[in-house]
Structures are given as C-alpha cells and as structure tokens.
Nanobody, 123 residues
Framework: QVQLVESGGGLVQPGGSLRLSCAASGSTLAYYAIGWFRQAPGKEREGVSCISSSGLSTHNAESVKGRFTISRDNDKTTVYLQMNYLKPEVTAIYSC????????????????WGQGTQVTVSS
C-alpha cells in the first residue's frame, strides 16, 4: 500500500490561493487514482477532487467547481490541488489517498490516511 504525504497548506486571506501537493513516499503514484478529501472541525470528511491514474479524468465537488483544480505531473510522482479564490468555509485539514475510481458520481478512499495538511482561510 502506497504511503502518501501532503504538503502546501497554510494560512491565507480570503480570495487568496494555495497549491497542495500529494507525493508518494518511496514509491510512485503512476498506477493509482487519487482523491483529495477535507475534514473541517466538527464535520465529516468529504471528497473534494479526484483524478484518474492516467490524469485524463478529473472531477470536483460542486462546492469547489471553478475554484479548485486537480492535476498530476508528467512522471506521476505528485498530485496537486490548486485552490483559488479561497473562502473561510474551506478551512479544514486536507488529505489525499488512493481511490478505487474517479467518478462524477463520487469517489471513496481505498488507502490509508496520512497526517494531512491544514488549510486556514482567515483575515
């Protein structure tokens, strides 16, 4: 089972941007569909964005469409989540993990969880 490490979170003002990274520790992500999830305080974890193993298929939750973009680099060692026009309500711990498939109807985690990266949007 591949172990993933998230990075790139931080404190940003409303309207700002962040780019999160999800990298495999000692392995490659080339064969895995990957999903980004987030969990805000007192709320359940929810799926945010997903990308297929080929990178040809991506899907975003309705709440982030037009503002978040998921991508993976050419050698498929890292998956990114570009977050623009950030709002305070997206404050959460963001985590990535492997998923079974990336679908517009939803996606579910199939791997283990790392520590995640904290995203805080506040003025």
């Amino acid at each position: 089972q591949v172990q993933l490490v998230e990075s790139g979170g931080g404190l940003v003002q409303p309207g700002g941007s962040l780019r999160l990274s999800c990298a495999a520790s000692g392995s490659t992500l080339a064969y895995y569909a990957i999903g980004w999830f987030r969990q805000a305080p007192g709320k359940e974890r929810e799926g945010v964005s997903c990308i297929s193993s080929s990178g040809l298929s991506t899907h975003n939750a309705e709440s982030v469409k037009g503002r978040f973009t998921i991508s993976r680099d050419n050698d498929k060692t890292t998956v990114y989540l570009q977050m623009n026009y950030l709002k305070p309500e997206v404050t959460a711990i963001y985590s990535c993990t492997t998923i079974t498939y990336c679908s517009a109807f939803g996606f579910s985690p199939s791997g283990s969880w790392g520590q995640g990266t904290q995203v805080t949007v506040s003025s």
